[in-house]
Structure formats: structure tokens, C-alpha cells
């Protein structure tokens, strides 16, 4: 099926390219027939199910992993559990970060006002680690605020922990917010990028996803390409080499 990015596919586990924008699964906040992975996944399979093995978020694009089958899926279920899943975005974000550091700030878990109106409101940060490096750097002769000119970092990050946002949420705290986030994000900075570049996404990738299949016991070690709009920006920007790109 043209519309699915496949990445790898065997008898137990299909993993998919997942473009920003599409959702995993039909939402409630979406109207009726809104494209979603899942969907398409049971028109590739004829009718079979896909089973949900982790998400991405709306905007976020990148590697993607769903079950053929409910036994595999539980088998992976408890892999990402038990954090035996290494999982890597790329970003940018605002500013020039450190070279390397990790961020080890707890996170209120975020509700949703009507899907967890009925959910405890009150309850304590949960645990939230993320490492990451610095990739690459540019300095735009675009000012933006009060600064003349516009610094950037693309970011390479390994989240230990799966909370809700934290990637978006750990760079928000550390001051380097990424870029395209509406949420998270520095509207000013992502104003400028929908001027000057024509921006539309938010600028985080699921870049590669490493972990031991549970039924062949080989070692997977899958990466998705940026997508086109994304490559052509980061080429600009001299980044070349710094990210899996198409082949």
C-alpha cells in the first residue's frame, strides 16, 4: 500500500515510517475518517488487526512499531515495560544546547481535560530521565524578539523513561524549546520558521528503535529517513550526515 512507509515486516512485527501528522489511531478529537496508521494497517493486512505495541504523537514522525498479533504485542508491551527498548529522536530546538547532558526532571503526568475528566488530579511527578548530545549548531541572520540574529541545535535524544510529551516537555525545561511545538514551543521562533521556511511540522523525529525480538531473539536495530521537507532543511543548514537520511 503506497500510503504506508514499511521499514521492516516479518511474520510477528511491521514497523513504520510514520509521517508528522498522522495519528496512530482514529481519535475522538479528529473527525470520522481522519487518516490514521491503523486503519491503513488493517486494509494491508486484508482485514486483520494491527496490534498497538507504543504510540508517537500526532506531530512527531519517525520508526513505529505494531504487532501482527496479540501474543507478540504483549511480548513487546512488556519489553518496553521493562525498558529493555532503546528508542532515539532527533530535534530542533532553540538556542545552542550544552554538548551533552541528561535531564533528569519528574513530570506531572498531563490530562486530558475530557477523556481524563474523571482522573485524579492530583497525583504526584512521575520519574522522567532523558539523555541527549548536540549534533550539529547554525546561526540565521533572522532576528527574531529582541536578538539580531537566531541560534538553533539539532539534538539527538534517548528517553530512559516513556512519559507523556517528556521529550518536548524535558527541552522546554532546559530552555531549548523545539521548534514547531505549539505546546511546548517558542511561538516567536516558530513564527519566524513558518515565514522564512515554510515550516509545518514540529521538529521532532522517532529516529531509530533498537531492541532483541522476542521470538527470533535478533538483535533489531531499525532507523526511519527524515522526511523530504525536513532533509532540505537540515541540508541548509549544513547538517549533512548528522541524521538517517534517505538512501
Known amino acids: 500500500m503506497s500510503d ?3 521499514l521492516f515486516e516479518d ?4 514497523a513504520l515510517n510514520k509521517p508528522s501528522g498522522i495519528l496512530v489511531h482514529p481519535s475522538w478529537i479528529a473527525p470520522r475518517g481522519t487518516p490514521n496508521l491503523a486503519s491503513m494497517l488493517k486494509e494491508y493486512f486484508e482485514g486483520g488487526s494491527p496490534y498497538t505495541i507504543h504510540r508517537l504523537d500526532r506531530p512527531t514522525s519517525g520508526v513505529i512499531l505494531f504487532g501482527k498479533n496479540k501474543e507478540i504485542a504483549q511480548k513487546m508491551n512488556l519489553i518496553f515495560a521493562e525498558r529493555e527498548v532503546e528508542k532515539t529522536y532527533l530535534c530542533m530546538v532553540r538556542g545552542y544546547t550544552p554538548e551533552a547532558d541528561v535531564i533528569d526532571y519528574a513530570l506531572k503526568e498531563e490530562l486530558d481535560k475530557i477523556a481524563d475528566k474523571h482522573a485524579n488530579q492530583d497525583k504526584a511527578p ?3 530521565v532523558s539523555s541527549y548530545k548536540r549534533l550539529g ?17 539539532l539534538v539527538e535524544v534517548k528517553p530512559k523513561t516513556g512519559r507523556k510529551h517528556q521529550i518536548r516537555r524535558h ?7 523545539i ?10 521562533h516558530n513564527k519566524s520558521f513558518r515565514q522564512h521556511f515554510e515550516l509545518q511540522r514540529l521538529m521532532l523525529m522517532a529516529s531509530n528503535i533498537k531492541f532483541e525480538h ?4 535478533e538483535q533489531m536495530d531499525i532507523s526511519a529517513p527524515v522526511d523530504e521537507y525536513t532533509e532540505n532543511l537540515f541540508n541548509k543548514f549544513g547538517w549533512q550526515g548528522l541524521y538517517p537520511a534517505a538512501k
Open 4 to 6: 504506508l512507509n514499511i
Open 11 to 14: 511474520d510477528d512485527i511491521i
Open 126 to 128: 512521575q520519574e522522567a
Open 137 to 153: 549548531t547554525v546561526e540565521l541572520d533572522i532576528p527574531v524578539g529582541r536578538y539580531e540574529k537566531s541560534r538553533y541545535s
Open 171 to 177: 527541552m522546554k525545561h532546559i530552555f531549548h524549546p
Open 179 to 188: 521548534i514547531g511545538d505549539t505546546n511546548h514551543g517558542d511561538n516567536k
Open 214 to 217: 522476542p521470538v527470533t531473539k
